[in-house]
């Protein structure tokens, strides 16, 4: 009996990455997020904000769970892609939301000290210059505001984990920078941040149910001291 044919693996830019990914990307169960967002919440339900902005939008997951609270919010991405589904979602919603198309690695288009909170998503494993980042989401922030972050955790980086999906029998890869925890830690403190939290969330964490693969029971079982996310609250000082 013949062995299957390998599944073809294809590495992408970021922006090619998430072009492909757009269309089913809230149709697949994706455990980082499901692992993120459980945390997510109750950290987000502590947080006072009327004008908010989501960095990296994409399909939208929390600049439509802010605009639901009643907030103000902004939300940026790099892909048309995924915020042409984001634009359909806040339709859909009667949601109104200020979705524009730009690029982080050029500097936020927005002016200073706006926002009561800045969110970014599982983005930053992406971006090359973490302290450029910082700074750009403390000059936007108000005095007072606070910045949530949530990401792909670096050592999952470091084990060798990458971002990718499956698409019609092919497994995009997409670049994940080298990063280290503490670069997360020192590039907001030194933006003029107070880190408020830094939570690691290891593989084991997830809650018990199918995945896709390579997450299979065992596989969890097995890497489930690993760290997969990273969540950090930081605040601009009054």
Known sequence: MSEPDPIPIQEVSTQEGYAHWASSYDERTNALILLEEIHV???????????????????????????????????????????AVARRAAQQEGLSIDFRLASLDEGLPLEANQFDLVVCALMLCHVPNLSHAMQEFARVLRPGGHLLITDFHPDSVSYGWRTGFRNEGVVYQLPNMPHTRNDYVEALKSSGLKLLQAIDLPLGALPERDYPPPLTREFIEFHGKRHFCLILVGQKME
Do not use: I, W
Not at 63 to 82: F, H, N, W
């Open 41 to 83: 919440g109750p950290l987000l339900a502590q947080l006072p904000f009327t004008k908010a902005l989501d960095v990296g939008s994409g399909t939208g997951r929390y600049a439509l769970k802010l605009a639901r609270r009643g907030a103000q919010v902004t939300a940026l991405d790099q892909s048309s892609e995924m915020l």
